[in-house]
């Protein structure tokens, strides 16, 4: 896990400084939802690579080059696709490339080469260098990426987006050589740093989803439905710390308990349930019978105190691939990846669901610091009621001043 530049010692905030504005801010309530930043999410074809198919549509560089980007909260680095790639290679379903030789904002930080792996898909050949990002029109930031110079594969070949702005719970654990996003929109005053969530919402049906930055569309949610999945760090893998995991209680096929006391987490790049080959082996076994079973995870707490169930029935599991060499054809979405003790689920699970990811924030002179808390869960208002255990008591988070260091 490479680490990053130690923080200062905590002393009071001088005058004018950003520590000083951070802790004298204040919020209204309604900045929950009204001064969020929403970035409009749109679907791709559901392909059989574990990659989502949900990104944004960006615009990277002066002018701006039209680029599909997903906010991926499985990754801690920002990367596109780039003219450095040769004809033969960074081949890829969403068929965009930044041309940072068209940009007259683009600054090299980095022309030397090096490898970015990205587990059992493979790896890339990157450059790193800095210039403008446009995630809506009117709410620009300038950031560190890696630019790609190759990468092959059948997971590359079918994937929708053409590069990802990685969200890692916390800013010990984002990559150093590029741009934490979450930080750069707070000091941009794009993002408030007193609501630090992340929601996703997304619809399968119309193919239309929101990334809210800032905040959480309570409208949208059932607030008795909520549950806390706080965070707790994966460490069977090194290097992969920066995931947002939490206790995984239990793990039913069925009537069968497949597995306890492992982890489980929430990535917004990938779209199936992978993870422990073991689980995702005997749930590919289990799934096979006839009728099909639901698959039942217990995790997090209610509000009242309680473990909750998330119950995920074949309706859910059981996808149809709309592109790529299996297209259609319905396929169960689990994939054994060799991560020891992980359920991961993306898209399949998060389509059905509200997802917020929420971090703490602190503050000094070098700028905006983030420590994960964990992640809240709803059933969304008119959406399916996975979630099966619920509460008297109703979720209603409050803006927090940001920790002066």
């Avoid at 490479?2 to 309530?29: F, I, Y």
């Avoid at 990846?337 to 669901?353: E, P, T, Y």
């Amino acid at each position: 896990m490479r680490g990053r530049t130690p923080r200062s010692v905590a002393r009071p905030a001088a005058p004018g400084t950003l520590a000083a504005r951070a802790a004298s801010a204040r919020v209204a309530p309604a900045a929950l939802t009204g001064q969020a930043l929403r970035v409009p999410l749109v679907s791709g074809p559901y392909q059989n690579n574990g990659a989502s198919q949900w990104f944004a549509n960006m615009n990277l560089g002066t002018p701006g080059q039209p680029l599909r980007i997903m906010l991926d909260t499985g990754s801690n680095f920002i990367w596109t696709t780039s003219s450095l790639c040769p004809p033969d290679s960074c081949q890829h379903y969403g068929g965009g490339e930044f041309v940072y030789q068209d940009s007259s904002t683009f600054q090299w930080i980095d022309q030397n080469q090096q490898t970015v792996d990205f587990g059992p898909w493979g790896s890339m050949q990157v450059a790193t260098g800095q210039d403008v990002v446009a995630l809506t029109p009117g709410a620009s930031v300038d950031l560190a990426m890696f630019l790609s110079a190759s990468y092959s594969g059948s997971q590359f070949d079918q994937l929708d987006w053409d590069g990802g702005l990685g969200i890692p719970s916390g800013s010990l654990f984002a990559d150093p050589q590029v741009s934490f996003i979450i930080p750069q929109l707070m000091f941009a005053g794009l993002m408030d740093p007193q609501l630090p969530y992340v929601s996703f919402s997304t619809d399968q049906t119309t193919g239309q989803g929101t990334v809210l930055l800032g905040g959480v569309d309570l409208d949208a949610i059932d607030p008795y439905s909520a549950v806390f999945l706080p965070w707790t760090p994966y460490t069977q893998l090194p290097g992969v710390v920066y995931i947002w995991t939490t206790p995984l209680y239990q793990y039913f096929v069925g009537g069968q308990l497949v597995a306890a006391n492992q982890q489980f987490a929430l990535d917004s790049g990938s779209s199936q349930f992978k993870g422990d080959d073991n689980i995702m082996n005997t749930t590919l076994q289990l799934v096979a019978a006839s009728p099909q079973p639901d698959v039942t995870l217990m995790v997090g707490t209610t509000l009242a105190g309680a473990h909750a169930n998330i119950v995920v029935p074949p309706s859910v599991y059981m996808v149809n691939i709309q592109a790529g060499p299996q297209a259609g054809q319905t396929l169960p979405q689990f994939n054994p990846l060799g991560l020891n003790g992980l359920v991961l689920v993306g898209s399949v699970l998060m389509d059905q669901l509200y997802t917020t990811f929420e971090y703490n924030v602190s503050v000094d002179e070098a700028g905006y610091h983030l420590d994960p808390v964990g992640m809240w869960i709803f059933n969304k208002v008119g959406g399916p009621q996975l979630i099966q255990t619920t509460s008297a008591t109703a979720f209603a988070p409050r803006p927090r001043r940001p920790h002066t260091l």
